[in-house]
């Protein structure tokens, strides 16, 4: 089965520095990559995602880039803001899998002010 | 994005009692839900998938006797946790999915804190 692995499980940078966090996959079947907000407390919010026949997406100050060559997707924040403060869970999954997420272990991001 | 509303946010409840969670799709028809449990610090665990108009998929480990599950219909998807013991005490969060020809999505609801004493 699919097995999603992210990168680095705690991630602090200084606001308006950039934030990356990456992720691998072990499945090319898969075709759908979302990338998750979770803050304290809350339950995970859609922040972006990409499906494999693109491989880059932006919304304002996030982008993700996927290389299904190499089977890893990367979530990128710019102009971070102490706001941005939350676990990113990255997700992986395809019609073969029922449409069901594999998630990867999470990234704490910490946006010191 | 869509609105997915969880009922309660949080519960206490006794050991042994049983606790009903609610999980509704305000703006969409959801065919399927997910049903998933997070402990601290960790990431979210598939339990099961609920298919509105047929019994629920549970994932390998997880007790359908212990965690009912009901999708009576395209808004709204139930689970109940049934004699309910300390171990079961959790954030456990719904989903539901939206297919919309190319774009099908997740969309999570805010959770619901399990605390058994």
């Known amino acids: 089965g699919e097995n999603v692995e992210q990168h680095p499980s705690t991630l602090s940078v200084q606001e308006g520095d950039s934030a990356v966090i990456k992720c691998t996959y072990s499945?090319?079947?898969?075709?759908?990559f979302p990338w998750y907000k979770q803050e304290l407390g809350k339950g995970p919010q859609l922040i972006i995602d990409i499906r494999s026949n693109v491989g880059e997406k932006k919304d304002q100050r996030i982008a993700v880039t996927l290389n299904k060559t190499a089977k890893h997707f990367s979530l990128h924040i710019t102009e971070t803001q102490p706001e941005d403060s939350a676990v990113y869970f990255c997700a992986a999954t395809g019609m073969e899998y029922g449409n069901k997420l594999v998630f990867g272990a999470g990234t704490i991001l910490r946006v010191k002010s | 994005g869509a609105v997915v509303s969880q009922h309660p946010s949080w519960v206490i409840c006794k050991s042994g009692t049983s606790v009903k969670i609610e999980c509704r799709s305000l703006?969409?028809?959801?065919?399927?839900m997910f049903w998933y449990r997070q402990f601290p610090k960790q990431s979210l665990m598939l339990m099961a998938t609920s298919n509105e108009g047929s019994k629920a998929t549970y994932e390998q480990g997880v007790e359908k006797d212990k965690f009912l599950i009901n999708h009576a219909s395209l808004t709204l998807s139930t689970l109940t946790v049934t004699s309910a013991h300390p171990e079961d005490s959790s954030f456990y969060i719904c989903s539901s999915y939206r297919t919309s020809g190319y774009t099908d999505t997740q969309y999570f609801g805010p959770g619901t804190r399990l605390t058994v004493l």
């Open positions: 703006d969409f028809q959801a065919t399927t």
């Open positions: 499945d090319s079947a898969s075709n759908y």
